[in-house]
Each structure stands twice: as structure tokens, then as C-alpha cells.
Nanobody, 114 residues
């Protein structure tokens, strides 16, 4: 049974940083694309960042240069380092494995506010 457990969300002031973590279990972690999505109130869920099995990455245009997705070297964890956070980054962030029809975590709230 695949489980994805996110952590690291919270309240941060504009310009601040957070690092989200997603710990995976019950899966062969490195063969799948891992991604972070987010959903703000009243908006559709959107892809924020993804990393493929060969290490390629892609990002939502509005987070390029500010967010970095990475995989842990020795553990089945994917990270999202978020710098220079803006109020419009406020959302619930979800970890995902293998696309929309794949597996999802429960989400972690990120709030950017002064």
C-alpha cells in the first residue's frame, strides 16, 4: 500500500522560506515521477514542480527561480524548497506520485502572510 506523507507547511511572512517534505512508503520510489501540486481556495489544483525518474525537473512558471524540487539521496523522500514566498503561494500543497491517476498525500497547508 503506497503512502505519501507530507510535512513542513506552516505560516511564513512574505519573502520567507519553507521546505516541504514528502515521505513515501510501500512503493519503488525511484522509478516514478514525483511531483508537488497545490490548490488555493476557489481555484483548481495546479502542478507546481515535478521530478522524473531520470532526474529531469519542470516547474510552474510563477515559481521558477524560487522553488526547487529534489529527491533525498538515501531515503524515499521528495522535497520542495520554497524561497522568496509570496502571498499568492498560499495553498494546500500535495505530494503526488505518477500523475493525476497516481497516489496522493493528505496535503500540507502553506500560508504566506504578514
Amino acid at each position: 500500500q503506497v503512502q505519501l506523507v507530507e510535512s513542513g507547511g506552516g505560516l511564513v511572512e512574505p519573502g520567507g522560506s519553507l521546505r516541504l517534505s514528502c515521505a513515501a512508503s510501500g512503493t519503488i520510489f525511484n522509478i516514478y515521477t514525483m511531483a508537488w501540486y497545490r490548490q488555493a481556495p476557489g481555484k483548481q489544483r495546479e502542478l507546481v514542480a515535478a521530478t522524473s525518474r531520470n532526474g529531469g525537473t519542470n516547474y510552474l512558471d510563477s515559481v521558477k527561480g524560487r522553488f526547487t524540487i529534489s529527491r533525498g539521496n538515501a531515503d524515499d523522500t521528495v522535497y520542495l524548497q520554497m524561497n522568496s514566498l509570496k502571498p499568492e503561494d498560499t495553498a494546500i500543497y500535495y505530494c503526488n506520485q505518477n500523475g493525476l491517476a497516481g497516489y496522493w498525500g493528505q496535503g500540507t497547508q502553506v500560508t504566506v502572510s504578514s
